[in-house]
C-alpha cells in the first residue's frame, strides 16, 4: 500500500505526533512524508528513522503561517503525484480542516480520530473515538483510497533505522489557497505544548487563584510536564485559554495526567478519559475524580504538591 | 448579513453512553441538546445579525425527532431553520446536505462548532468550504466583522493566531467566540412561530459504515495514597505504572 504522511513542525522540528503517524503509516505500507515551510533539514532526514522512504519538502515560506487551504493542496497535490492510497496525518489545530479539504479534493472517504492502527486484514477498517472518549466506533471505509487522522498515542513512534530521500516540491498556489492571513500570532515560547505532552500537571479552581499557580508550574517543571486547566480557571482567566482541558477545550491523552484540585466534572472528564495513568488529589473524598483515576490523594493541595515536588527530586 | 449556523443534535454532555443490541445509540432516558460547539458558534451569530440588521439560519440534518432542538435554536435568536430530513450517516453526508442548502442563498458566513460532541469528526466545516470552494478557519475562538472584512482568532498549539479574511467564509468555532445564550421566555414563545423549512436529502455517495459501537474497558478501583507518603506516590508512578 502506497502511504502519504503529513508531518507538521513548530519552530523547525517535527512534531512528535508527526512521528507517530509516519510509525503508523510504516504498518501499512511504503511511507512517503510530505512536509512544508521551514524545517530543520536534519529533523526531514529523521523521518527514515522512523519508516520514511521518502521526503517530498515544499520550502514555500508562505507554508509557514498554516494556511488551512493552501495545507491542503499541498498534501492532494502530493498524494496525488505519489498515487497514495492512504493519506495519513497526526491530528491538530491544522489537521482536521485540512483532512476535510484533501478527501474532497481527491474524493475518497475520511475518517478522522483514528486511535489504533487501521485493520486492513479485509477491506480498511478504523476503530474511532465517540461520544467524547466515552465510546469507540468500528468503521469501515469502502474503495481503493481515504483519508484519516490520528489520535494522539493510537500508535506509538518506532525507530526502525532507515534513511529518507528528501526531495524539493513545488505547488502552483493561487492568491485563493492563501485568502486567509495570519497577521499575528502569540503563542508561549519555550514551554511544553500541551497537545503534544506526555505528562501533563492540571490544576483547577481548587488553587483559589492564580498567585497559587508557582507551586503548579515547579511540580511541571520537576516532571518535564506541561500545565493544564479546568474550564472555570479558564473562564475567570486564571490561565489562557489553549491550557482549558475538557470537553470544550483541548483533549489529551498523555501517559500521565495528575489533576490537582478539580473536582471531575463530567465534561472534564470527558477531555482526559483516554490518559493512560491518572492522579488525582483533592481534599474532598467524594470527589468524583477519585472514580476516574488510577491513584488518588485526599488532600490539600497546598500541603501534598510541594511534598510531591520534593518526592520527585529526591528521586531523580 | 445572512448567516447560516449548522447545528447538531446530540446527547447531553452529562449523558452515560449506552448501545442497544442492534448497535444503535440508547436514547432512553437521554436528552439532546444543541452542540455544545456549535451553540458558541449560534452565539456569535445572533450577536452579529443584531449589529448588522442580519439573519441567521440554522439547519440540522435529521429526522423529526430534532425538531425541539432546532426549536431552542430559534428561542435563543435564529431567525428560521432548515431540517434536511435524513439520519446523518457521517461527516461527507452531512456536510454535503449543508452545501445542497447553502448554494440555495447566498450566505456571508456559515458557521458551526469546531466538531460535534458526539462523533468528534471536527470534518464538516472543511468538507463544506472545501465543496463551496470557500476559505475556511477552525477553531475559531474569535469573530469580529469591519464591513466585508472579518478578523478572527484561531487556537494553535499553545497559543493563538489572529488572522484576516474576506466574505464569505466557513468557521468551525469554539468558546471563547461568545457567552452561551439561554433562551428566554419571550424567545421560546416566538420560536413557536418562526418558520421551520424540512426538505428532502439529496443522494450521496463514498460514506463510511459504522460497524459496531464499544466502551471503553471498565477502570479499576483508585489506589489511594496518604498525603504524607509522596514518596510512595512517586514509587507507584516510577515502579508499576511506569510512567515518569
Known amino acids: 500500500m502506497s502511504v502519504l504522511v503529513f508531518v507538521e513542525a513548530d519552530n523547525g522540528a517535527i512534531k512528535k505526533s508527526s512521528f507517530e503517524a509516519v510509525t503508523c503509516g510504516a504498518k501499512l505500507g511504503d511511507v512517503t512524508a510530505v512536509a512544508m515551510g521551514d524545517i530543520n533539514a536534519g529533523e526531514l532526514e529523521a523521518l527514515g528513522k522512523y519508516g520514511a522512504k521518502k521526503v517530498l519538502h515544499a520550502a514555500d515560506s508562505r507554508l509557514n503561517d498554516g494556511v488551512i487551504a493552501a495545507t491542503a493542496l499541498l498534501v492532494a497535490e502530493a498524494a496525488k503525484k505519489e498515487g497514495a492510497q492512504t493519506v495519513l496525518m497526526a491530528r491538530s489545530s491544522l489537521v482536521d480542516a485540512v483532512a476535510a479539504r484533501v478527501a474532497v479534493k481527491l474524493n475518497v472517504p475520511v475518517a478522522s480520530n483514528v486511535v489504533e492502527l487501521p485493520d486492513t486484514s479485509a477491506g480498511f477498517k478504523v476503530k474511532r473515538g465517540v461520544f467524547t472518549g466515552k465510546a469507540f466506533a468500528e468503521v469501515s471505509i469502502p474503495g481503493d483510497s481515504r483519508v484519516i487522522t490520528l489520535a494522539k498515542n493510537a500508535v506509538a513512534p518506532e525507530e526502525v533505522g532507515g534513511t529518507a530521500a528528501v526531495e524539493a516540491f513545488e505547488v502552483n498556489f493561487s492568491d485563493a489557497d492563501f485568502g486567509v492571513k495570519r497577521t499575528s500570532v502569540h503563542k508561549q515560547e519555550g514551554d511544553i505544548l500541551l497537545p503534544e505532552a506526555d505528562l501533563v500537571v492540571s490544576a483547577g479552581r481548587g488553587l483559589k487563584g492564580p498567585e497559587n499557580w508557582g507551586m503548579i508550574e515547579e511540580l511541571a517543571k520537576t516532571l518535564g510536564a506541561a500545565t493544564a486547566c479546568s474550564k472555570p480557571v479558564s473562564d475567570m482567566d486564571w490561565r489562557p485559554h489553549h491550557e482549558h482541558v475538557g470537553q470544550t477545550g483541548i483533549k489529551v491523552s498523555p501517559n500521565l495526567y495528575i489533576a490537582v484540585g478539580i473536582s471531575g466534572a463530567i465534561q472534564h472528564l470527558a477531555g482526559v478519559s483516554s490518559s493512560r495513568v491518572i492522579v488525582a488529589i483533592n481534599k474532598d473524598p467524594e470527589a468524583p475524580f477519585f472514580k476516574a483515576a488510577d491513584y488518588g490523594v485526599v488532600g490539600d493541595a497546598f500541603d501534598v504538591v510541594p511534598k510531591l515536588i520534593e518526592a520527585l527530586k529526591a528521586s531523580n | ?244
Not at chain 2, 494553535?156 to 439561554?182: D, R, S
Open chain 2, 1 to 244: 448579513m445572512k448567516i447560516l449556523v449548522c447545528i447538531s443534535h446530540v446527547p447531553d454532555t452529562t449523558t452515560k453512553i449506552k448501545f442497544t443490541a442492534d448497535n444503535k445509540l440508547d436514547t432512553a432516558g437521554v436528552q439532546f441538546i444543541i452542540g455544545p460547539y456549535d451553540d458558541y458558534a449560534l452565539a456569535r451569530a445572533v450577536e452579529i445579525a443584531g449589529e448588522t440588521s442580519g439573519t441567521v439560519t440554522v439547519l440540522n440534518v435529521g429526522g423529526a425527532d430534532t425538531e425541539p432542538t432546532i426549536r431552542k435554536a430559534l428561542a435563543i435568536g435564529a431567525d428560521d431553520a432548515i431540517r434536511v430530513d435524513a439520519e446523518p450517516v457521517d461527516a461527507m453526508f452531512v456536510a454535503k446536505q449543508i452545501v445542497e442548502v447553502a448554494k440555495q442563498e447566498n450566505y456571508d458566513m456559515i458557521l458551526m462548532g469546531r466538531e460535534s460532541s458526539d462523533y468528534n469528526g471536527g470534518l464538516v466545516h472543511g468538507l463544506v468550504a472545501e465543496m463551496l470552494g470557500m476559505p475556511s478557519i477552525a477553531p475559531c475562538m474569535k469573530l469580529d466583522l469591519n464591513g466585508n472584512t472579518a478578523t478572527l482568532s484561531r487556537e494553535i498549539e499553545g497559543g493563538k493566531e489572529e488572522l484576516e479574511v474576506q466574505l464569505p467564509f466557513v468557521a468551525g468555532c469554539q468558546e471563547p467566540i461568545a457567552e452561551w445564550k439561554i433562551p428566554n421566555m419571550r424567545g421560546i414563545m416566538s420560536a413557536r412561530k418562526k418558520p421551520l423549512k424540512v426538505v428532502p436529502a439529496v443522494d450521496t455517495e463514498n460514506v463510511t459504515s459504522y460497524d459496531a459501537f464499544s466502551l471503553p474497558p471498565a477502570k479499576g478501583d483508585c489506589k489511594m495514597v496518604e498525603p504524607d507518603n509522596m514518596t510512595e506516590l512517586v514509587r507507584l508512578l516510577k515502579e508499576e505504572a511506569k510512567v515518569i
